[in-house]
């Protein structure tokens, strides 16, 4: 009786899933394993709502494995300790996992290949699961550069790449009957997890994915920017934990064709272009990608910090937006743009300080793709005009132009009507006086002039 270990990761689903697919193949028996990992737990990175949402995740995945006569063998503590204590107790002679993207993920690949050697089990790493087009898989030809920095070209040769064919979900599992499992967590009990947060699981992420294609997609070129429309796919998180494969995600979006498709398509593009540029330098989740050697404002920040957080900067649309994170650990993304561009450009803080608070919130916070758009924002990163700076009340106008996104997330002002929400301080001095919202942390001349003075482009 041969035995395979499949280790899960941020790949939490059963259809198109080259390594269970593989270790179904190959073996008798798998053993479908989630480790709780001590280190993930300690670096501060399991934030309430990713640890909610993964919850339902694994009970899904746990769920669904049942269905087809099997189980998920959950663990908890040193993710490699653990593949190991497994591999000996079911003689297992492979661990299929899929290939990570992070500076972590490398880490643990390579102490897992480690302590495999010690128990003769090979360890084989899947590509093409956690992005379509592997990192890596497609360079800037001529230039002996490891990845791309500019995103359009990435996009060209990216398009162009070989993807690989889908794999459906099995029919049967078989998982051996020893290994012992402390049993997938619950969200319930699990404190500060933001009150509109959506559920998790492979079985939610698929019925998004077919109310998405029958009733978004099409629309999704002219609607992806209306902020008050909610036209996006809200796929993020099922992209985050994997329980959407991104190589299906594509095929199907490429099948369906039209504007609406291309420009879901070029999306999902930018997902793998910050995954491959995260792959290549790893470092880039802490460090600038492009050196500017900037002097961001710290301790003298404290007060404008604390009002962005919590939405009370003054500027109706960045409180909305920074409302709507709080409230659902997801935010739309032009109200993302909007909201880093405030943050590091007109306030003038360091980007770390905005990228840590999204991540404490965001469910579908991804070192890639968190930290390197508010690199791009800050002008750090792949941004080829890094010095751009967003506009709140310009914004406004053009992307919730009667107000309704506003409305809804600051409540305190759902009295003015239309358009005239962005602008609260043009009110009379009597009727402004009714409404309990603060006034402007800082004006968009100041903040614009002080960033010109610190950029030196004046
Ligand atoms: P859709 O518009 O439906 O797009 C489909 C998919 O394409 C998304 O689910 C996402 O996987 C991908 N995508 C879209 N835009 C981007 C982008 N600019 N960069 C990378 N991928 C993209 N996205 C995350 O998944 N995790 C993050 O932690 C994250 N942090 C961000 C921080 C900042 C400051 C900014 C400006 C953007 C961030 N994004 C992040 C990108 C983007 O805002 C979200 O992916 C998007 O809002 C998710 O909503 P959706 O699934 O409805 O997107």
Redesign the pocket.
């Known amino acids: 009786m041969t035995v395979s270990v499949v280790l899960f990761t941020s790949d939490l689903r059963l259809h198109d899933h080259p390594p269970l697919h593989s270790a179904l193949a190959s073996a008798d028996e798998v053993v479908p394993l989630f480790v709780l990992d001590d280190a993930i737990e300690d670096t501060g990175f399991a934030a309430p709502n990713r640890r909610a949402f993964l919850a339902d995740c694994l009970r899904d995945l746990d769920s669904g494995l049942r269905d087809r006569g099997g189980r998920l063998v959950v663990r908890r503590g040193d993710v490699a300790e653990e593949v190991r204590r497994i591999v000996s107790e079911t003689g297992a002679g492979d661990v299929h996992l899929a290939a990570g993207v992070s500076g972590y993920a490398r880490r643990r690949e390579e102490r897992l290949r480690g302590a495999l050697a010690d128990v003769d089990c090979r360890l084989r790493v899947h590509d093409a699961v956690i992005t379509a087009v592997p990192p890596g898989a497609v360079t800037p030809s001529g230039t002996g550069r490891d990845h791309f920095a500019v995103f359009t070209p990435y996009f060209r040769r990216w398009s162009g790449a070989q993807s690989r064919a889908l794999f459906g979900a099995p029919r049967t599992v078989r998982v051996p009957a020893g290994p012992g499992s402390v049993g997938p967590p619950s969200r319930a009990g699990i404190p500060g997890v933001s009150p509109g947060l959506a559920e998790g699981g492979e079985i939610q992420g698929r019925r998004s994915l077919t109310a ?1 294609r029958r009733h ?1 997609l099409g629309r ?1 070129e002219e609607r ?1 920017d209306d902020l008050a429309g909610d036209a ?9 934990f994997g329980t959407l494969s ?1 190589t299906e ?1 594509v095929h199907r979006a490429r099948a369906a064709g039209g504007p609406g498709a291309e420009a ?1 398509v070029r ?8 995954h491959q540029v995260l792959a290549a330098r790893p470092s880039a989740a802490r460090s600038d990608y492009r050196s500017r050697h900037d002097r961001w404002r710290t301790e003298s920040a404290a007060g404008d910090i604390a009002a962005w957080q919590e939405g009370r900067t003054g500027y109706p649309l960045v409180d909305a937006a920074m409302r709507q994170l709080l409230h659902e650990g ?8 909007l ?2 561009s405030f943050l590091v450009k007109t306030l003038y803080v360091d980007w770390r300080v ?2 840590r608070h ?2 404490d919130l ?1 469910v ?11 690199q ?2 800050a002008g750090t990163g792949t941004d080829s005009r890094p010095n751009r700076v967003l506009n709140p009340v310009l914004q406004a106008k053009r992307y919730d132009p009667d107000g309704a996104y506003v409305r809804r997330w600051v409540p305190e002002l759902a009295g003015i009507d239309g358009g005239a929400v962005h602008e609260p301080w043009k009110l009379r001095a009597e009727e402004r006086a009714r409404y309990a919202y603060p006034e402007p942390v800082i004006g968009l001349a100041e903040g614009l002039a002080r960033f010109r003075e610190a950029r030196g482009l004046d």
Not at 232 to 240: A, E, N
Not at 330 to 337: E, F, I, K, S
Request: proline residues 4%; glycine residues 8%.
């Open positions: 998405w978004g999704y992806h996006t796919s809200r796929l993020s998180p099922h992209l985050h991104p995600l879901f999306q999902l593009c930018w997902r793998e272009f910050h997801w935010m739309h993304n032009r109200g993302r743009l909201a880093s905005g990228a999204f991540l965001l579908d916070g991804d070192i890639a793709n968190n930290q390197l758009n508010w791009w924002m």
